[in-house]
């Protein structure tokens, strides 16, 4: 995975090449991800669905996040991002069925690690319930879902924690129905003016 070539881009997003993962992530240079949020109703409220990052991942283990996402390949389209869904989720989506939310650009800098990321990012409707979702364990050990209202007032800080429910998995595909309170220190940790964006978009599209 860290050999994948990823195509980079200058301060101006202009395509400058390719490098791999490792460096991508090594050097810092800027490319593109795909991010896919899924959003549900349920008794006439709005739901957001989160994933919960394997134990095993190399970056950001076990930490809440979004619900599908993943790297554009140098020979790949936005739109091909798409099967990121299935690798991580099991849900099989086509393109046509995702709203488009536009591009947000994040950078995450830590020790041996700089995130620059020009994230394509999408609104898929979901109507279905958690027996939908057949997990990649080695991406993704849980699946949760949050009242999108109150996820919106996390990322404003009026409120300090959040409920969330759903289920996580054990190393045999045992599923666990789960129920917890959680802060923002849970989530990956981009920017909050990344989360405000996202949910303004969101709103933007389904209000």
């Known amino acids: 995975m860290e050999n994948e070539r990823l195509s980079i881009f200058d301060d101006d997003r202009r395509p400058i090449g390719t490098a791999t993962r490792e460096d991508v992530h090594r050097l810092?240079?800027?490319h593109e991800t795909f991010h896919c949020w899924f959003v549900g109703?349920?008794?006439?409220k709005d739901e957001i669905y989160i994933q919960l990052r394997s134990r095993m991942k190399k970056d950001y283990p076990d930490l809440l996040d979004i619900t599908a996402a993943g790297h554009i390949l140098s020979h790949e389209t936005v739109l091909d991002g798409?099967?990121?869904i299935e690798e991580e989720l099991g849900?099989?989506?086509s393109p046509d069925e995702l709203v488009p939310l536009g591009t947000i650009d994040y950078c995450v800098h830590?020790?041996?690690f700089i995130d620059k990321e020009i994230a394509h990012t999408f609104l898929y409707v979901f109507d279905g319930g958690f027996d939908r979702f057949t997990l990649h364990t080695d991406e993704v050990s849980?699946?949760?879902k949050a009242e999108?209202?109150?996820f919106r007032k996390l990322w404003q800080e009026s409120v300090a924690q959040l409920t969330v429910s759903g289920f996580e998995?054990?190393?045999s595909g045992n599923r666990f129905m789960m129920r917890a309170t959680v802060g923002a220190e849970r989530f990956v940790p981009h920017e909050r003016s990344f989360y405000r964006q996202v949910i303004d978009r969101i709103y933007s599209k389904l209000y």
Do not use: F, K, M, N
Request: no cysteine.
């Open 82 to 84: 798409v099967r990121e």
């Open 91 to 93: 849900i099989r989506v």
């Open 169 to 171: 998995t054990d190393a």
């Open 142 to 144: 849980g699946v949760y």
């Open 148 to 150: 999108l209202a109150e």
């Open 28 to 30: 810092g240079h800027w």
């Open 41 to 44: 109703r349920q008794s006439g």
């Open 110 to 112: 830590r020790p041996s």
